[in-house]
C-alpha cells in the first residue's frame, strides 16, 4: 500500500430487513456511510446494487459499458 497516493474507497454498514405487502415476502435494505452518516434507504435489493454502481462509476472504479 503506497501512503502517499491513498487508494481511495468507501465504508457502509448495510441493514436488511423482510417485508410482507399483499401477501409478498421481500426486504428494505438501508445504507449508511460509516465516514458521513448519511443514509440511504432502499426498496429492494435491485434497488441498493444500482444505486452501488452509480457511485462506483462517479469515483471511476467501473468502466462504463455501452448499451446494446
Request: proline share 6%.
Amino acid at each position: 500500500l503506497n501512503m502517499e497516493h491513498p487508494v481511495p474507497y468507501c465504508v457502509y454498514l448495510i441493514r436488511l430487513w423482510p417485508t410482507k405487502r399483499q401477501g409478498v415476502t421481500g426486504c428494505r435494505v438501508s445504507l449508511q456511510s460509516v465516514d458521513s452518516d448519511q443514509r440511504e434507504d432502499f426498496p429492494d435489493l435491485e434497488s441498493l446494487l444500482t444505486f452501488l454502481q452509480e457511485q462506483a462509476k462517479g469515483k471511476d472504479w467501473v468502466a462504463e459499458t455501452a448499451e446494446t
